[in-house]
Nanobody
Framework: QVLLAESGGGLVQAGASLRLSCVAS????????MAWFRQAPGKEREFVAA????????YYEDSVKGRFTIFRDTAKNTLYLQMHNLKPEDTAVYYC?????????????????WGQGAQVTVSS
């Protein structure tokens, strides 16, 4: 069992930056590919970014490319999502996810472990 706990959400104005963190604990989080998903009110959960376990190759949803950066500190079992130039359409609950694979996926169905979510609200 891997436990994931997000932090770092908040209310910011458009154009601001935020960094989300996700600490993995339990059986192990360091052996998992990790990802961020988000869900806005009234919408389905969507992929944001993911990162492989070994090669650390990142993957991004098109609307966040150039603004968001996913990275991980394996020594701290922590996943991060650095967000710049936030827009109102980025408003959502952001979820950290992990899967028992070295290779990331952009499908939420491929992830076994989920955090409780962190609210990010961007005002215009």
């Amino acid at each position: 069992q891997v436990l994931l706990a997000e932090s770092g959400g908040g209310l910011v104005q458009a154009g601001a930056s935020l960094r989300l963190s996700c600490v993995a604990s339990g059986r192990t989080g360091s052996g998992s590919a990790m990802a961020w998903f988000r869900q806005a009110p009234g919408k389905e959960r969507e992929f944001v970014a993911a990162i492989d376990r070994i090669a650390f190759k990142p993957y991004y949803e098109d609307s966040v490319k150039g603004r968001f950066t996913i990275f991980r500190d394996t020594a701290k079992n922590t996943l991060y999502l650095q967000m710049h130039n936030l827009k109102p359409e980025d408003t959502a609950v952001y979820y950290c996810a992990g899967r028992d694979s070295l290779v990331a996926s952009m499908s939420g169905r491929d992830y076994e472990y989920w955090g409780q979510g962190a609210q990010v609200t961007v005002s215009s």
